[in-house]
């Protein structure tokens, strides 16, 4: 059992699960022929990912790293009539890509692509009153990722949901006496969420096409 099982079953739900989406593989082919690195979600995780905020009915939604905006699409399908999306991106390059695929997929009149560093973009969305959010993704550089925590919270209400991406690490995760600045945030994160009285979190372990890693899911009372 290993990497190549876990890529041919995500591979087998996919076709089943699945079916081709024509504009979604248009948004991966663009991104990458722009030469965009492959971070984005699987397939069934960006499904998985639409499932919650459905869920949760949410109907405003951040997301913290776009990069081709290839989850952007998912959650944003699952909005309702008059929701709206504000993905942040830094990349000047990712934003360009991301705002083209997002208006091939026709949702320019619900998504925002905001460009400029997240550690810039969300005190403006604070200030600027754009919250409460229902539903929280952050998905940027894992060094950062205690402060996107401290900034969800404060754009967070009771019910919403923040999920954090890519915090298994191939198990990397485990090692506190990590020199990496990506491992020594998703532990922060962690301990940050358990830290919070308002936050009921849980980590879920993932494997398949991107390999092993998890996602971080929690609740705001
Ligand atoms: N959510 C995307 C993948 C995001 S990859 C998907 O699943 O399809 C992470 C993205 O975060 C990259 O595009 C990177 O440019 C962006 N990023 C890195 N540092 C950032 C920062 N400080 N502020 C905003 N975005 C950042
Ligand atoms: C990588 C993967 C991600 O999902 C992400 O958000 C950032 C980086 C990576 O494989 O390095
Ligand atoms: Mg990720």
Do not use: C
Request: glycine share 12%; charged share 20%.
């Amino acid at each position: 059992m290993g990497e190549r099982l876990w890529a041919d079953i995500d591979e087998y739900a996919a076709s089943l699960l699945h079916p081709h989406d024509v504009v979604l593989d248009e948004v991966l082919a663009r991104s990458e022929a722009a030469g965009l690195p492959g971070y984005n979600v699987s397939i069934g995780q960006g499904v998985m990912l639409q499932i919650m905020a459905r869920m949760v009915k949410a109907r405003s939604i951040l997301e913290i790293g776009t990069l081709g905006g290839y989850s952007t699409i998912y959650l944003a399908r699952a909005l309702p009539e008059g929701g709206r999306l504000i993905t942040l991106e830094a990349d000047p390059d990712h934003a360009r890509v991301a705002r083209e695929n997002v208006a091939q997929a026709g949702l320019d009149s619900v998504v925002h692509v905001m460009e400029g560093d997240a550690q810039r973009t969300l005190p403006l969305i604070h200030e600027q009153r754009m919250g409460p959010f229902d539903f929280i993704f952050i998905d940027a550089n894992k060094n950062a990722y205690p402060t996107y925590l401290d900034w969800s919270l404060k754009l967070s209400g009771p019910g919403t949901v923040i999920i954090g991406d890519n915090v298994v690490r191939g198990g990397a995760v485990l090692n506190g006496d990590s020199g990496d600045e990506n491992v020594k945030g998703v532990r922060r994160l962690l301990e940050l969420m358990a830290d919070e009285p308002r936050l009921t979190a849980t980590v879920v372990q993932t494997v398949g096409s991107k390999g092993y890693d998890g996602f971080v899911l929690g609740l705001v009372d």
